[in-house]
């Protein structure tokens, strides 16, 4: 890999490459871009096959957190950390040592909670640095405000599809009722919509059943279900060559993240298909909303408000993609560079002012 090519084609500010021998740590903080403020991403551990994956692992989550920030509307710009180790060999000292060095980076990077690290770890590396959200949950956890986010989603994504309003007897079919999927559901439930639902785990799809009135559908069954919208809250890599062939629903609509297993190939696939696609990071980004608002001293009603523009935002990435017949993906893409361009311009104007 040609380091320094493929960070300016991808438009990286900073990588930090991350070493210490006592403790055995290796880790890789990509910093993609700060116009918009502090680069926020969370840290993942993973045993990588080697590290030009960690690498690239950190290069392409970072870039998409910026997309993610700037869609969202909130002053936060994109980053991504990588530790490279076997979850067995993970220990609080190795999690201290990398908090120094998230600290050494004085909040130009922001970090969180992803694969392989706990909450209890979280605290581990809030012990070394302040440059960390999550450790308070004072917002009672990101599910609910994420779920709103995609229920303000579908709602935009009826609108522009067949411009109505009006919600009630719509079919959606939710692939994972856990913690984003049960939250979505009542507002669905609450709107009068019929809703499908599978989850690998019945313990979920019974708990929901006491709650609501939905039928419950084999997981191999649920995303080629002739209803109105597909929501995929489960897993990622859903929409590929194997199963776009198979989907029905005209609008997707759901809180997974990553939820294209190509982006390009895959969102092209949709769009020649007639489906429109919500982007999981503009849909889901009411757990950045979030974190974001515990790092600021939470203010729900504030919160709240700020995940409404979900729904506003969509609607400008719907009409994008119509206009300049373009996938919807690449509209919100779009939607986000002009808002970053738009900042540096100001910026430079004020330095020369
Ligand atoms: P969760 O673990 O609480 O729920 C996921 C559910 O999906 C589980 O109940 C699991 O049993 C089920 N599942 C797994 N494989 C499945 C399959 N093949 N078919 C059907 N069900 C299956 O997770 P969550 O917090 O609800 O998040 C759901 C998705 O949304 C994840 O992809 C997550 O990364 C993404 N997301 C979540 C948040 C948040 O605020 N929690 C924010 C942004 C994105």
């Known amino acids: 890999m040609l380091l320094f090519e493929t960070v300016r084609e991808m438009g990286h500010e900073q990588i930090l490459f991350c070493h210490g021998k006592n403790p055995d740590i290796r880790a890789i903080i990509a910093i993609h871009d700060t116009t918009l403020g502090p680069a926020m991403g969370a840290t993942r551990l993973f045993p990588y096959l080697n590290e030009e994956a960690a690498l690239k692992d950190a290069l392409r989550l970072s870039r998409g957190m910026t997309y993610k920030a700037a869609c969202a509307n909130i002053p936060a710009g994109g980053g991504k950390a990588v530790i490279i180790a076997n979850p067995e060999n993970k220990t609080d000292e190795m999690l201290r040592a990398y908090g120094r060095f998230v600290n050494s980076l004085n909040g130009r990077f922001i970090t969180g909670q992803d694969v392989n690290i706990t909450p209890h770890d979280v605290r581990t590396i809030s012990q070394e640095t302040n440059f960390v959200v999550g450790v308070s949950e004072k917002s009672g956890g990101p599910a609910p405000i994420t779920a709103l986010g995609v229920f303000l989603g579908i709602k935009a994504a ?173 509209a919100a893409k779009r939607l986000a560079e002009d808002r970053i361009l738009n900042t540096k311009h100001s910026k430079a104007k004020e330095i020369a002012a």
Not at 252 to 275: F, P, R, T, V
């Open 158 to 330: 009826v609108e522009f599809r067949w411009q109505t309003q009006r919600l009630e007897g719509l079919k959606v079919a939710i692939q994972g009722v856990g913690n984003v999927g049960k939250n979505l559901c009542r507002h669905l439930h609450e709107q009068g919509m019929k809703l499908y639902v599978s989850d690998v785990n019945p313990v979920k799809t019974e708990e929901l059943k006491k709650l609501f009135d939905v039928t419950v559908v084999n997981p191999d069954e649920i995303i080629s279900l002739d209803v109105d919208i597909f929501a995929p809250c489960a897993l990622g890599g859903i929409l590929n060559s194997h199963t776009i062939p198979f989907l029905q629903a005209p609008i997707i609509a759901g809180a997974a993240n990553n939820q294209l297993g190509n982006e390009q190939l895959h969102s092209q696939m949709l769009a020649k298909k007639g489906i429109l696609y919500c982007p999981d990071y503009v849909i889901n980004a009411g757990g950045l909303i979030n974190v974001y608002n515990e790092m600021i001293g939470y203010d729900e009603e504030k919160a709240f408000k700020q995940v409404h523009n979900i729904y506003y935002t969509l609607l400008e990435i719907f009409h994008i993609a119509k206009q300049q017949g373009i996938t919807t993906n690449d």
